[in-house]
């Protein structure tokens, strides 16, 4: 069996699937002829996943993150990248754009072999067996999320490092919607990473800034007016990001700020209050939309400052 007709990408394909139609307002028209019609777009994206996943078993993490960019987005770059520590306890706190900002942030961070992730429970993320091992799932139940507690600290205390997003949900990219609305999406932060300093004292703190990954043209297709909310205008455009390759040119970026110890800053309170400071500071300075102007998968942009 080829790989584009195997088990994973069938199972890909009807979770893009069902994605697309939620994202146009026509998830009732699941498993009807309608669906039809939008298979071929979800297959091509099923595609797409199941390399990138084959690539992570046979590459890494890191290496399989920069093919998925190179055919994503009009590449990346990096800044900040000397405040991250090679080794050692290390947790990365990120905002969450969403689309490409995770894979960025792993691309970003090829200096961190031992980077696991804490992410909430997808089917899309279950589909991709190689990706999911370097994931500690966060169920929804309180006994579920002490054992992910448990795992992060074993993790960290093994002199790992750490990503993860405190908003929990989709934030606004500052590059397509502007700082302030991003600055804003802060105050929805949680400060429950605060507890990893008092479990691991040793633990570095760094924040992240991922940007440029939301294309504002295609917040502005038409079709964005069929929905009514601003949150449904803003899952329709990002479908149709993945769908359309023309709006996947710009560069993505990732920002890292200075890293910062618990045990520098004592109470769980300064650290928190530290991160989100630095966290202001980097949607501040980022600058406007740079934008490749050859075809994704042709271009890519890396570098540090």
Same mark, same amino acid.
């Given at each position: 069996?080829?790989?584009?007709?195997?088990?994973?990408?069938?199972?890909? *394909? #009807?979770?893009?699937?069902?994605?697309?139609? !939620?994202?146009?307002?026509?998830?009732?028209?699941?498993?009807?002829?309608?669906?039809?019609?939008?298979?071929?777009?979800? +297959?091509?994206?099923?595609? *797409?996943?199941? #390399?990138? !996943?084959?690539?992570?078993?046979?590459?890494?993490?890191?290496?399989?993150?920069?093919?998925?960019?190179?055919?994503?987005?009009?590449?990346? +770059?990096?800044?900040?990248?000397?405040?991250?520590?090679?080794?050692?306890?290390?947790?990365?706190?990120?905002?969450?754009?969403?689309?490409?900002?995770?894979?960025?942030?792993?691309?970003?961070?090829?200096?961190?072999?031992? +980077?696991?992730?804490?992410?909430?429970? =997808?089917?899309?993320?279950?589909?991709?067996? /190689?990706?999911?091992?370097?994931?500690?799932?966060?169920?929804?139940?309180?006994?579920?999320?002490?054992?992910?507690?448990?795992?992060? $600290?074993?993790?960290?205390?093994?002199?790992?490092?750490?990503?993860?997003?405190?908003?929990?949900?989709?934030?606004?990219?500052?590059?397509?919607?502007?700082?302030?609305?991003? $600055?804003?999406?802060?105050?929805?932060?949680?400060?429950?990473?605060?507890?990893?300093?008092?479990?691991?004292? /040793?633990?570095?703190?760094?924040? $992240?800034?991922?940007?440029?990954?939301?294309?504002?043209?295609?917040?502005?297709?038409?079709?964005?007016?069929?929905? /009514? *909310?601003?949150?449904?205008?803003?899952?329709? $455009?990002?479908?149709?990001?993945?769908?359309?390759?023309?709006?996947? =040119?710009?560069? %993505?970026?990732?920002?890292?700020?200075?890293?910062?110890?618990?045990?520098?800053?004592?109470?769980?309170?300064?650290?928190?209050?530290?991160?989100?400071?630095?966290?202001?500071?980097?949607? +501040? %300075?980022?600058?406007?939309?740079?934008?490749?102007?050859?075809?994704?998968?042709?271009?890519?942009?890396?570098?540090?400052?």
């Amino acid at each position: 069996m080829s790989a584009f007709a195997s088990p994973s990408v069938e199972t890909l *394909t #009807e979770v893009n699937l069902v994605d697309l139609l !939620d994202a146009i307002g026509l998830l009732r028209l699941h498993g009807t002829p309608f669906c039809r019609l939008l298979r071929p777009t979800a +297959l091509r994206f099923a595609r *797409t996943a199941h #390399e990138f !996943d084959t690539r992570v078993g046979a590459h890494g993490l890191a290496q399989g993150s920069a093919w998925l960019m190179d055919r994503m987005t009009g590449g990346l +770059l990096t800044t900040g990248l000397e405040h991250v520590p090679p080794q050692g306890p290390l947790m990365i706190l990120a905002n969450h754009p969403g689309l490409t900002d995770t894979v960025a942030l792993f691309s970003s961070l090829a200096l961190r072999p031992d +980077l696991r992730v804490i992410a909430s429970e =997808r089917p899309f993320l279950r589909a991709l067996p /190689h990706v999911a091992r370097q994931l500690i799932f966060l169920p929804d139940d309180e006994a579920g999320r002490m054992a992910v507690v448990r795992a992060a $600290a074993r993790h960290l205390q093994e002199g790992g490092a750490l990503l993860t997003f405190p908003a929990g949900e989709i934030e606004p990219d500052p590059a397509a919607f502007g700082a302030q609305r991003a $600055a804003a999406a802060l105050q929805n932060w949680s400060n429950s990473f605060a507890v990893f300093a008092r479990l691991v004292p /040793h633990t570095r703190f760094v924040p $992240a800034l991922v940007s440029h990954v939301i294309s504002r043209e295609a917040q502005r297709h038409p079709l964005t007016l069929l929905r /009514h *909310t601003a949150h449904d205008k803003e899952k329709l $455009a990002a479908a149709l990001q993945v769908a359309l390759p023309r709006y996947r =040119r710009d560069v %993505a970026r990732v920002a890292f700020g200075v890293a910062t110890s618990a045990v520098a800053v004592g109470r769980p309170q300064a650290l928190a209050a530290s991160i989100a400071a630095q966290m202001r500071q980097l949607i +501040l %300075a980022d600058g406007p939309t740079v934008r490749s102007t050859e075809s994704p998968g042709r271009m890519g942009v890396s570098g540090t400052a």
